[in-house]
């Protein structure tokens, strides 16, 4: 398969925990996305990596949150000291080499609950 | 940066009536406009875009009509099938080609 894969898919923490995700997108892209999903809403924009370079970060991602992708091609997202209200699907997603917007490749998520 | 609204929220429609979910956008820049569909527990995927050159495209049963006067966008579905029954999504560019989404429409076909 070589889709857009996503790990762990499931995880569960205690509130205050570091928790990580990995996504690995399709091999020939070079842009990433990480979004948020809660139950009922539409995939919310977190950040934004073109290569390794983080080009846009959204302003509703605090400080507990950070994201990399070193060598331009796995991406980790990484969540510390955890809240209650973190508890969401996180989906990444890739696009290609266009230099014009295009289709996103979403990954199936990792969700996230945080007791 | 870009706002999303989407109409409406649940739509209930019998097998083989059509179904219309209706979009609006704020950022009047924005060129290029897709329709995710979400199926329960599964990956959003792209049914169809339509970029701002274009009023109207149609693959089969589906089809996006865009006013960009407006600042509108709808997608139309014919002939409905159950397994059309998902969340659909719209969306529309923000900054830096990331996508800004519509909060959802279920759609559920009866059969």
């Known amino acids: 398969d070589t889709g857009v894969s996503q790990d762990p898919r499931h995880k569960i923490t205690k509130r205050g925990q570091n928790v990580t995700f990995r996504c690995d997108p399709i091999?020939?892209?070079?842009?990433l996305y990480w979004y948020r999903q809660t139950l009922g809403q539409g995939p919310e924009f977190l950040t934004y990596?073109?290569?390794?370079?983080?080009?846009?970060k959204s302003r509703l991602l605090s400080d507990r949150f950070s994201a990399e992708r070193p060598k331009g091609s796995f991406s980790t997202l990484e969540i510390q000291r955890t809240e209650q209200g973190d508890s969401a699907m996180y989906l990444c997603?890739?696009?290609?080499?266009?230099?014009?917007?295009?289709?996103?490749?979403f990954g199936e998520g990792s969700r996230l609950t945080v007791l | 940066g870009e706002n999303v609204e989407q109409h409406p929220s649940t739509l209930s429609v019998q097998e083989g009536d059509s179904a219309v979910i209706k979009c609006t956008y704020s950022?009047?820049?924005?060129?290029?406009f897709p329709w995710y569909k979400q199926e329960l527990g599964k990956r959003p995927q792209l049914i169809i875009d339509i970029r701002s050159n274009v009023g109207e495209k149609k693959d089969q049963r589906i089809a996006v009509t865009l006013n960009k006067t407006a600042k509108h966008f709808s997608l139309h579905i014919t002939e409905t099938q159950p397994e059309d029954s998902a969340v659909y999504f719209c969306a529309a560019p923000g900054s830096a080609r990331q996508l800004t989404f519509g909060s959802g429409t279920q759609l559920t076909v009866l059969p």
């Open positions: 091999s020939e892209h070079n842009r």
């Open positions: 997603a890739s696009s290609g080499k266009t230099s014009v917007t295009g289709e996103l490749f």
């Open positions: 950022d009047s820049a924005s060129n290029y």
């Open positions: 990596f073109q290569n390794e370079a983080q080009l846009e």
